[in-house]
């Protein structure tokens, strides 16, 4: 009695050979041998326009092949054949001469699937496994883990065939082994204080220390009370909006306001000059162990430069599931890549037809900065989720170079990722785990980021020394001298500033009392706790909106009262 695997096996050889008694190939006959053999075309879309992608199903997996790939999958199985006929491997040498204008033809005449196919479309309707709200899926090597905000459960493949088919490329190398997951968290607290200490629980947490200068007498290891010198309010903000982050990048649902995560360096940000080494690529890039990611070198992005920006994400396919936008450049502007957070994902290829990825199956996207990132209005801002990096990751790197001691890989104990032992990639898999967990059960939690907003005040007035000054007369001089109150004249506060830098010619020739005006009202406006003659808010928030005129032994002149909020 013949089993089904025996009815498969016949399919695969139905339409083989694929050739004449001349030796020469019949397009239409390979076409139904690849199409016996799991072959078809996905459209990744339901815009019939849009060029479909040749994949292969197998045992409940979709797997891209390429033109390559194709080709190989064709000469691999007359390969097999050749034992029992040398002759084949003529025809081997005239398919692998086949040019790669070829392929495509004879890949054109496979049936097409697509998860939308449009009304009346003789394209057959396929399911993918797809996140949910709330249930999140990650393909191991040894099952499926299904995440919800109180479960944590590892499924055989064949139990969620029905649910969807998986790609290929999203199915991680390794088992995973969630028989002693940590249980009865507060997710409210950073889970790095909750569970066992391992290689990327220190990286974390040491990622998010501020102010912290490593001692280069001992060990870093031995750097106490480094290890429990974490627990500051900034600290404990940075490491919940990084958690959150990563609970929310590795669940592939977008939510109704779907946002970019973007990763920052604040202290290079309120200094205007990159120096990056404090993890934020590194925390990034270790996604990619977890989810299809495409990377882009976001230094190659300029907003003055409508090529680059085009072809910005070219690369990305409809497996990839997380974009990271590295380290982008100073200039790059956030609106350029907001409708492709908001709306379906348009993807310009070099050479080639778009893609188009809808709106609910498009990647997330995150991204790494050392610099302001441009576009501060409501559109933008409610679409960026921000956190900001701590110090002393960069401060190790730079003791490096005189102690060996001092390095990322002494004070994780092992070289992120490409020394980890099974036992270190259970312990990573299993924190990003428990940090979608995270962000099912508290959502996105925002750091109050104040160094970052430092750094974007800083940016605000344009230059380091100005922006102190304001700061600290803001802060201070404002209250004791009573202005708070009484109000001032600008002139009085100009007369200040110019009598504290008195020696500093330079500067006062670059700073004329128009534009000192002008920039200490976008300073004050920037703020959240001040606010700039609140009584004429109604008018606007503009400084000509915002005028207020005040009396003088010389006349009425332009004043100002910034008060607290």
Known sequence: MKTNTDYNDEKKYRNYPFWD???E?????????????????????????????????????????GDDSTKRFVSDFIRKEEAD???????????????????PHIVDGLPYIGEDPPEE???????????????????????????TKDTVDLKPYKDLEKEGLIWRKSIRPHPI?????????????????????????????????????????????????????????????GVNGFETSIGYLIHQFHPSVPKAIIFVDSESMSQQKAKGGTGKSTSLESLKYIRNWTYIDGGKIHSDSGGSRRFMFDGVTPETQIILLDDINKDMRFRDILNTIT??????????????????????????????IQGDDDSNTRRQHIVSFGTFLN??????????????????????????????????????????????????????????????????????????WMEDW????????????????????????????????????????????????????????VDWNPKQAAAGDTIRARRWRISTLTGQVDGVKIVDI
């Open 21 to 23: 008694e001349d030796g």
């Open 25 to 65: 190939i019949s397009p239409s006959q390979l076409t139904d041998f690849l199409e016996d053999n799991g072959f078809s075309q996905y459209f990744s879309s339901d815009d019939e326009e849009i060029k479909p992608m040749p994949v292969v199903i197998s045992d409940g997996v979709i797997t891209v092949k």
């Open 85 to 103: 006929n040398p002759a084949l491997r003529k025809l081997r040498d005239k398919w692998a001469k086949t040019g790669r204008g070829g392929i």
């Open 121 to 147: 479309s003789t394209t057959k309707r396929v399911k993918i496994l797809r996140d949910k709200k709330g249930i999140c899926y990650i393909p191991f090597k040894n099952g499926v883990v299904e995440i």
């Open 177 to 237: 082994d969630i028989s002693n997951l940590p249980k009865n968290l507060d997710y409210h607290k950073p889970i790095v204080k909750q569970i066992d200490v391992s290689a990327y629980v220190r990286f974390v947490s040491y990622a998010f220390k501020r102010d912290l200068i490593p001692n280069e007498t001992k060990p870093i290891m031995d750097n106490n009370p480094l290890w429990e010198a974490t627990d500051t309010e900034e600290w404990i903000e």
């Open 343 to 372: 709306g379906p994902m348009e993807i310009d290829l070099k050479q080639k037809q778009k893609i188009v990825i809808p709106k609910d199956k498009k990647p997330k996207i995150s991204m790494t900065s050392n610099f302001i």
């Open 395 to 468: 401060r190790v790197s730079k003791r490096e170079e005189t102690n060996k001691s001092m390095s990322v890989e002494a004070l994780c104990g092992v070289y992120l990722f490409e020394e980890f032992s099974d036992k270190d990639w259970n312990d990573f898999y299993i924190y990003n785990i428990l940090c979608v967990q995270k962000y099912f059960t508290t959502d996105l939690i925002t750091p109050s980021n104040e160094s970052y907003k430092r750094a974007l005040l800083a940016n605000t007035v344009g230059d380091d020394t100005v922006f102190e």
């Open 474 to 529: 803001v802060n201070r001089d404002r209250i004791l001298r009573l202005y708070h109150n009484t109000g001032v004249a600008l002139s009085v506060i100009y007369k200040e500033f110019c009598d504290y830098f008195a020696g500093d010619h330079v500067l006062l020739t670059k700073w004329e009392e128009k534009e000192f005006v002008e920039k200490l009202f976008d300073y004050v406006m920037a703020r959240e706790d």
